[in-house]
Every structure is written in structure tokens, then in C-alpha cells.
Nanobody, 119 residues
Framework: QVQLVESGGGLVQPGGSLRLSCAAS????????MGWYRQAPGNQRELVAG???????NYADSVKGRFTISRDNTKNTVYLQMNSLKPEDTAVYYC?????????????WGQGTQVTVSS
């Protein structure tokens, strides 16, 4: 069983920055694909950024150039650095871990952390 614990959310003014962290339990972190998703009220959950075990990254068009995803395999932690935040970035942000187990693809979610961008 894998547990994911997010932290770093909060209230920030437009143009500000936040760094989200997601710490994973267990020993599979280094082989897992990690992702950050977000869900605003009334909207579907959407991918914000992803990073493979080989550190290849991908981003939603809406955050390219402003957000950076990274991982530290020594700490079993993935980060999302968010700069130049906009009110439309307001959402609950969720961490996702995805990997190939002997029994097939498996995925886990964190509990979410609220990010509010407002003046």
C-alpha cells in the first residue's frame, strides 16, 4: 500500500508563488510516474504536470512556463513549484503515483491540498 501526503497549499496573491510537496511511503517511488492534478469547483480533475521515473516532464498548456515539477528520489518526494499564480489556478491540487506492478498498472492519490489565488 502506498500513501501520499501533500503539503504546501494556501492563500496567495496573484503573481505570487507556492511550492507543493508530495511525500510517498513505500519503496516504489523511484520507479513510479508522478503527477499533479487539480480540480476546481464544478470542473473535472485535470492534469497539471507529470514526471516519469526518468525525469521526463510534461505540462498542461495553461501552466507551461510558470510551473515546474521535480522529484527527489532520496526523499520519496515530488514537488510542484508554482510561479506567477493566477486566480484561475485556484483549485484543490492532488498528487498521483502510477506504476506497473506484477499484477498490472496501479495508481494512488493523495488527499489534496487547497490552493487559493486571490487578492
Amino acid at each position: 500500500q502506498v500513501q501520499l501526503v501533500e503539503s504546501g497549499g494556501g492563500l496567495v496573491q496573484p503573481g505570487g508563488s507556492l511550492r507543493l510537496s508530495c511525500a510517498a511511503s513505500g519503496s516504489i517511488f523511484r520507479i513510479a510516474h508522478m503527477g499533479w492534478y487539480r480540480q476546481a469547483p464544478g470542473n473535472q480533475r485535470e492534469l497539471v504536470a507529470g514526471i516519469t521515473s526518468g525525469r521526463r516532464t510534461n505540462y498542461a498548456d495553461s501552466v507551461k512556463g510558470r510551473f515546474t515539477i521535480s522529484r527527489d528520489n532520496t526523499k520519496n518526494t515530488v514537488y510542484l513549484q508554482m510561479n506567477s499564480l493566477k486566480p484561475e489556478d485556484t483549485a484543490v491540487y492532488y498528487c498521483n503515483l502510477d506504476y506497473d506492478s506484477p499484477g498490472g498498472r496501479r495508481g494512488y492519490w493523495g488527499q489534496g491540498t487547497q490552493v487559493t489565488v486571490s487578492s
